[in-house]
T-cell receptor, first 117, second 114 residues
């Protein structure tokens, strides 16, 4: 079974500082990895994904994430945080099938990111 | 602008009543997910369809919940009878197999059972 761990319930960062939101995963096979963001009373918005290739992937709003296979991690990063980045962030994993398609999308518990002015 | 559409956005119902939530996936997507979000449990996968066939509904309480896809443009999640512990936000998401594996979420249905 696949699982995702986000070890921090909340991350506090001062505006302008770099931010990191941590994610580790457990799967059998090579995973597809994702980050989503949720603003209050809204659905989840896709931020970025890792499928294959370059371990550093770039996404929306200046976010990026680094895939580390040996540490089974996919941490979300941004060089300079904005107050508007404050939201709930979810890491997710899918495992592709050899015959095509993929397993269901499994999410971590989410991390509240709070950017202080 | 392609998007997943969920109806209703809000539902308040009395315990014991039937609740039906609907989802229109993005045209051309062949996978549909139903999730439940609560403060305590976070995002729980309830059911997962591919090409309208249920692949995984192990996260769904079978005695009261049912999920179906009558056609490719409609997914439904029913609760009968509803209970106060079912109060949550229910999200539908759609995606495709192949080169674009990310899922796209609807705005959710906020269900309150009193």
């Amino acid at each position: 079974a696949q699982s995702v761990a986000q070890p921090e319930d909340q991350v506090n960062v001062a505006e302008g500082n770099p931010l990191t939101v941590k994610c580790t995963y457990s799967v059998s096979g090579n995973p597809y990895l994702f980050w989503y963001v949720q603003y209050p009373n809204r659905g989840l918005q896709f931020l970025l994904k890792y499928i294959t290739g370059d371990n550093l992937v770039k996404g929306s709003y200046g976010f990026e994430a680094e895939f580390n296979k040996s540490q089974t991690s996919f941490h979300l990063k941004k060089p300079s945080a904005l107050v508007s980045d404050s939201a709930l962030y979810f890491c997710a994993v899918r495992v592709p099938h050899s015959g095509g398609g993929a397993d269901g999308l499994t999410f971590g518990k989410g991390t509240h990111l709070i950017i202080q002015p | 602008d392609a998007r997943v559409t969920q109806t209703p956005r809000h539902k308040v119902t009395e315990m014991g009543q039937e609740v039906t939530m609907r989802c229109q996936p993005i045209l051309g997507h062949n996978t549909v997910f139903w999730y439940r979000q609560t403060m305590m449990q976070g995002l729980e996968l309830l059911a997962y369809f591919r090409n309208r066939a249920p692949l995984d509904d192990s996260g769904m309480p079978k005695d009261r919940f049912s999920a179906e896809m009558p056609d490719a443009t409609l997914a439904t999640l029913k609760i009968q009878p509803s209970e106060p512990r079912d109060s949550a936000v229910y999200f539908c998401a759609s995606g495709s197999t192949g080169s674009i594996p990310e899922a796209f979420f609807g705005q959710g249905t906020r269900l309150t059972v009193v």
